[in-house]
RNA sequence: GCGUCGGUGGUGGAGUGGUCAAUCACAAGAGACUGUAAAUCUCUCGCCUCCGGGCUUCGAAGGUUCGAAUCCUUCCCGGCGCACCA
C-alpha cells in the first residue's frame, strides 16, 4: 500500500499533532516541492536536545519518529544541542540550576545520544546534522584551554590562557568552522543580544502561562529564566545563517512558547519565520504525568526487551490507545479497529495490550525478539514459570541470605528484607513450578531461584 | 544594607521543650482480588536487632536544660518586603 505524497502529508500535520503554526502555509507549500523533487533547497527542521540526559525513553521517541517522517520526505534535521541554555537553566524543567556540562562531556554525551537516536533517524549528513548552542553564544573569553594545549604561531609558543590562545582554542573547536566548514562563523555578541531585547517588550514574555503562574504563587522569576525563550529564539536566528534555513521547529507541547519566540526574533531579524508543530505528551507508565525520567515513568528505548515489554504492559488500559497513536505506526484504519477492540466487552484490553507490547519491542529490537519475548512474559506471569536471564548473585560459604541480598542490592536493607519476609513475599522457586515461602529472615542462603514480590527474581549459585 | 518569614523523611507539608522515628497526603513496596491494567480492601514504608529493645535523624556548628526538631548564639542557604543605587 503506497500513499501518495500528499497523503502521507496529511498524516504527518495530524497525527499526535498538538498543534502547528504554519499562516499561509509557507512551509506545507514549500515540502511539498521538496517532497516531490521540485525544489533542491533544503528544507531545514530544527529540533531542540538536553545535553545532560542521554538515556531516551518513548516520549522522546514520539518527536523522533515525527522527526524521521520528514527526513522521509526529504528534510534536513537539524539537532540543536542547548548545551549554552542548559548551563543557564530552563524554566520549564523544576527550576534547579543546573551545572555547566563540560564541551567534551558534550560530545560523549551526543555519541550515546547519536547511537539512540539512529534506532529511528536516519543519521547521514544528507538528512541529518547537530550543531551545540555554545557555538554562537560562547565568546573567546569562555574557552578554558586545557593543559598541556601546544600553540605553534610562527615559531613562537603562545599561552594556551591568554587572548590569543583562547582564540586560537576558539577557532579550532567551533563547529561552524570545524565540522560544516562555514567560511564566516556566526556568534551573538552582548550587543547583538541587547539589539534583540531591545524589540521584545516585558509584556510579550510574561504572557507565558507558567511564568505567571509563578508569580501567581509567590514564586521568583528570575530574568535568565525570562530570557531562556528569547535565547532559544536566537538559536533559531543563528540556525537559519548556518544552514540557510529553519523552515520548522518541533517539540513537546512545553516548547511551544519558545517555539514561538522563535518566531518573533526571527520576525525582528527579517527572516522567514519558522513554522513550529508542538506534540502532543506521552503519558508514563502510571498512566497519568506526562513521562519523564525523573519521575520514573519512562520506558527507554535501551530497556532491555523483557522491561520493556512489561513496562508496556503495565499501563493502564486508558492509555492503551494514546500509546497506539504516539509509540507505533498503526495507521488510520488500524487505530480505528484498535479502538472498536478496546469497546467490546468481550475482548480483554491484556490481549490488546500484548500486541501493543509486541510491537513496540519490536520497534527497538526487531521482530524476532519480540515475539520471544512476548512468549517469555506468558511464560512467567501465566504459567508462572521461572524467566530466563536473570541476575545471578554467588554466595560465600555460610553466608545469610539477607546479608547477600542487601550485598548485591536485590534489597534496600536488612530491615526491607525482614518486612518483605514477614509479608510473605519472599518465596523460593522449585524445579517442580512449586513454591516455598520463606519465613525465616535469618535463613543461611542456598542456591537456587528465589522471587521477591512479583517481579524481582535473583538466582543465587 | 535593614526588616521579616522559613530550611523537617523520595515529594508536599504538620509538629514550636518531654507521650516524636516525627500527624497527614502523595509517591513507593507487599498481600488479597486480578489481566504484572485500573479501581478497591489490608499492611508496610530511617537503620540494626538475640524482637525485650538499641542506634542515628529535623540546614551546619556550638550552647542552655534532667530533657531540644522545638529555646539561645554564630554561620550557611532560600522566600518576601523596604531602603540604597539608577
Redesign the pocket.
Known amino acids: 500500500m503506497i500513499m501518495t505524497v500528499e497523503e502521507r502529508m496529511e498524516n504527518l500535520f495530524t497525527r499526535g499533532v498538538a498543534s502547528f503554526v504554519d499562516p499561509s502555509s509557507k512551509f506545507k507549500e514549500k515540502l511539498l516541492k521538496k517532497a516531490k523533487g521540485e525544489i533542491s533547497e533544503e528544507v531545514i527542521i530544527k529540533f531542540g536536545v538536553d545535553p545532560t540526559r542521554p538515556d531516551l525513553h518513548l516520549g522522546h521517541a514520539v518527536v523522533l519518529h515525527k522527526l524521521r517522517k520528514f527526513q522521509d520526505l526529504g528534510c534536513k534535521v537539524v539537532f540543536l544541542v542547548g548545551d549554552f541554555t542548559a548551563s543557564i537553566g530552563d524554566p520549564t524543567g523544576k527550576s534547579k540550576v543546573r551545572p555547566m556540562v563540560e564541551q567534551k562531556e558534550i560530545e560523549e554525551n551526543m555519541e550515546t545520544y547519536l547511537r539512540q537516536v539512529s534506532k529511528i533517524l536516519l543519521t547521514t549528513s544528507q538528512v541529518f546534522s547537530w550543531i551545540r548552542n555554545s557555538d554562537w553564544f560562547y565568546g573567546v573569553s569562555d574557552m578554558l584551554p586545557k593543559e598541556g594545549l601546544n600553540l605553534d604561531f610562527w615559531g613562537r609558543g603562545i599561552n594556551p590562557s591568554s587572548f590569543l590562545g583562547k582564540a586560537f582554542l576558539y577557532e579550532k573547536t567551533r563547529m561552524q568552522v570545524r565540522d560544516l566548514k562555514k567560511q564566516e562563523a556566526i556568534g551573538v555578541t552582548l550587543r547583538g543580544l541587547f539589539w534583540t531585547l531591545g524589540r521584545i517588550t516585558h509584556a510579550q514574555l510574561i504572557e507565558r502561562d507558567m511564568f505567571q503562574n509563578r508569580l501567581n504563587e ?3 522569576l528570575f530574568i535568565h529564566e525570562m530570557l531562556y525563550p528569547v535565547l532559544q529564539g536566537i538559536d533559531s536566528f543563528a540556525l537559519y545563517n548556518i544552514y540557510n534555513g529553519c523552515d520548522l521547529e518541533i517539540g513537546g507541547t512545553d516548547q511551544t512558547f519558545n517555539m514561538l519566540m522563535g518566531r518573533e526574533v526571527m520576525k525582528i531579524n527579517k527572516q522567514p519565520e519558522q513554522a513550529v508543530m508542538s506534540i502532543d505528551i506521552l503519558v508514563g507508565t ?2 497519568k504525568e506526562k513521562m519523564s525520567k525523573s519521575l ?2 519512562y520506558i527507554s528505548i535501551n530497556d532491555e526487551p ?1 522491561d520493556m ?2 513496562k508496556v ?6 492509555v492503551i490507545l494514546n500509546y497506539y497513536q504516539l509509540c507505533t505506526s498503526a495507521d488510520k484504519e488500524r487505530l480505528k479497529g484498535i479502538e472498536v477492540k478496546l469497546k467490546d466487552p468481550k475482548i ?3 490481549d490488546i ?1 500484548l500486541d501493543l507490547a509486541e510491537e513496540i519491542v519490536a520497534i527497538y529490537h526487531g521482530a524476532d525478539n519480540a515475539l520471544g519475548v512476548r512468549e517469555a ?1 506468558l511464560a ?3 504459567k508462572k514459570e521461572i524467566p530466563e536471564g536473570i541476575e545471578e548473585i554467588r554466595t560465600n560459604e555460610g553466608e545469610i541470605l ?1 546479608d547477600l541480598l ?1 550485598r548485591s542490592k536485590a534489597v ?5 528484607w ?3 519476609v514477614e ?3 519472599v518465596k523460593r522457586l522449585r524445579e517442580a513450578g512449586s513454591e516455598e515461602k520463606i519465613v525465616n ?2 535463613e543461611v542462603a542456598t542456591p537456587g531461584v528465589y522471587k ?5 527474581f535473583v538466582k543465587i549459585i
Request: no cysteine; glycine share 12%; proline share 5%.
Open positions: 509567590g514564586n521568583s502510571e498512566g520514573d515513568n523483557r515489554f512489561g504492559m503495565s499501563i493502564p488500559d486508558t480483554n484490553p491484556r495490550k512474559f512467567t506471569f501465566q539477607a542487601v534496600s536493607s536488612k530491615s526491607d525482614r518486612r518483605l509479608e510473605g513475599a529472615y535469618l521477591i514480590g512479583k517481579r524481582r
